[in-house]
């Protein structure tokens, strides 16, 4: 997967502060949808908003999973190699989300 493929937001919409904060080395599925309900002005937070979702029960629950991703060493996590998991590159690839 090339992510410079992808507009700014979608590039680094936090995904990698959140992995490190979390004490993780790869990115996941998880880690996408709290970056994008992070996004105060992003597209997902208004199309729930105007769902009548409740965003901060929503992305407590994102936060309540990415917490139970596996974690590594401060160490390890401090170490900046960061990785995509196969199931993110899934949903990241053109015509292959949702298989």
Known sequence: ???NRFTEKPRNPGRASN???ARQQQIDVEHLL???LEQQDGLAP???RKANVNLEDLRLRARRLVDRLPQVSLRE???GQLSITG???QVLQPGRGGD
């Open 1 to 3: 997967m090339n992510i």
């Open 19 to 21: 992995c490190r904060q």
């Open 34 to 36: 709290l970056s994008l």
């Open 46 to 48: 208004a199309i729930l």
């Open 77 to 79: 996590a401090d170490s």
């Open 87 to 89: 199931r993110l590159n």
